[in-house]
């Protein structure tokens, strides 16, 4: 069976072996977090917090050396608080752009859903063409773009709810939980953390990181692992209690989810299991459920019926 450039595959783990050194406890967290990334997509974080939402972003970035912004949400924010506004210059006579700070490699937008839908649409561009458009001129985006999104599913006065379409911008939705005992108790001695991150090393460049990205999008996917996404996708749409299933830009995400497991285990190809180990984190906020849960309960409901179908669902 032949393996992907081993380079990719090195390359991953190195930045997976980078990030986990700092944000401690939650591998699988820290590998989708790299699959999101390598494969061109966004990551949604829905938990509650204090759990290391900015440290995961900070490490990230820091990992291969690009610019890194956060923006804290509230209902006030603006549109130009994000991506920037055109500002009168008299000495030249003309109007100059100042860049927000969505013009930058890794985004963190903490708590999202406190702003209002306005102000949330402001992202909808920037996460799908990887560009912004302002005053007629379009502007192009860091190579590579990644949107890291948070939300709280415990607080909900004063939020806005992501519609559907916000939603299906993000590849990936993960939830990070509390660490264990033993983490947390490691957590508490290294006292150092803050120094120990600005010390953090570089594990890879940005050429590097837009090489690996190149590699995913030359994994191949038989035909039969197509029809098995179609099919995952055709059977959550006649899931009791859900109103609306798996979206046609959802199935397209699975298969590239897929795509950057494999080059992470090491395969120039994929398998079911790379559609099985991101199936959760792809398809679940996808759904739209028919139910009165809300918040972890909501989370933990279409996670649930998600995993019902990976095992309903015949894989190839």
């Known amino acids: 069976m032949a393996n992907i450039n081993p380079s990719a595959a ?10 986990s050194k700092v944000f401690v406890g939650k591998p699988e967290v820290v590998r989708l977090t790299v699959a999101a990334l390598i494969a061109r997509g966004h990551l949604l974080i829905e ?10 972003g900070v490490a990230l970035a ?20 994000i991506l920037g506004l055109s500002v009168y210059d008299p000495r030249e006579g003309r109007f100059d752009f100042k860049p927000g700070p969505v013009f930058s490699s890794v985004l963190l937008a903490d708590e999202i859903n406190r702003s ?31 949107v890291i999104a948070t939300q709280n599913p415990v607080e909900y ?3 806005f709810p992501l519609p559907e ?6 590849l990936l939705r993960v939830r990070i939980g509390y660490p264990s005992q033993a983490d947390e108790m490691r957590i508490l001695r290294e006292r150092d953390r803050p120094a120990k991150l600005a010390d953090m090393a570089q594990a890879l460049t940005r050429e590097e990181v837009l090489a690996v990205q190149a590699c995913v999008d030359a994994v191949r996917v038989d035909e039969s692992l197509l029809e ?6 055709e059977a959550s749409r006649r899931l009791p209690g859900v109103r609306l299933g798996l979206s046609p830009r959802g199935t397209p995400a699975l298969i590239r989810a897929a795509r950057a497991n494999a080059v992470v285990e090491g395969r120039d190809h994929c398998v079911p299991d790379d559609v099985k180990a991101v199936a959760v984190p792809v398809a679940a906020h996808r759904l739209l459920l028919d139910t009165s849960l809300y918040g972890v309960a909501r989370v933990a409901e279409a996670e649930a019926a998600v995993t019902g179908l990976l095992q309903t669902v015949r894989a190839p």
């Open 10 to 19: 090195s390359r991953a783990a190195l930045l997976i072996d980078a990030v």
């Open 47 to 56: 938990d509650v917090p204090g759990i290391g939402k900015t440290l995961l």
């Open 62 to 81: 820091r990992a291969f050396g690009v610019s890194f912004r956060r923006i804290q949400f509230t209902n006030d924010l603006l549109p130009s608080d």
């Open 116 to 146: 209002t839908p306005k102000t949330q649409s402001a992202l909808l561009e920037a996460m799908s063409e990887g560009q912004v458009s302002i005053d007629g001129k379009t502007h192009a985006l860091p190579d590579p773009f990644l």
């Open 157 to 159: 006065h004063g939020t």
């Open 165 to 170: 379409a916000q939603l299906d911008r993000f």
């Open 228 to 233: 098995y996404a179609v099919r995952l996708a």
